[in-house]
């Protein structure tokens, strides 16, 4: 059966959708598994605040360039994504409901605005 994958920036926020929905008789109330909540057509997570961030750039042969002016400016043809140490394991639950079979949609909620935005879009990009 397919279900949407609901992703909060706060697990507090998490707890309130899964409360809220599940009170819904056309959503069903959800069972509560370790870091996220899940019924037959839901699967509601969340991160911790920002999970990716990006890369500090580097020389051609892989060094961390050094913060004066005379290497500046610094505009990578890519801006590369690295998981922020300390919160991977909440980046790598999220991949794998992301890429859990069954899973046709992910939907943002985040925080509205800038930051919340960003915080989805780069777990999803990095995903």
């Known amino acids: 059966m397919p279900q949407s994958l609901i992703i909060a920036e706060k697990p507090s926020v ?55 002016f005379d290497c500046l400016p610094v505009i990578p043809d890519r801006f590369t994504l690295q998981p922020i140490e300390g919160n991977k394991g909440r980046l790598n639950l999220l991949i794998r409901l992301m890429k859990r079979k069954g899973v046709t949609e992910i939907i943002n909620a985040c925080d509205a605005g800038r930051e919340g935005e960003l915080i989805f879009r780069y777990i999803v990009q990095y995903a």
């Not at 899964?18 to 019924?39: H, I, M, T």
């Not at 961030?53 to 360039?65: V, W």
Request: hydrophobic share 35%; no cysteine; charged share 25%.
């Open 14 to 68: 998490a707890n309130d959708l899964a409360r809220v929905l599940g009170q819904d008789p056309s959503v069903g109330s959800f069972e509560s598994k370790k870091e996220y909540f899940e019924n037959d057509s839901y699967i509601i997570s969340s991160a911790v605040g920002h999970l990716v961030e990006q890369q500090l750039p580097t020389t051609a042969d892989g060094k961390t360039l050094p913060w004066k």
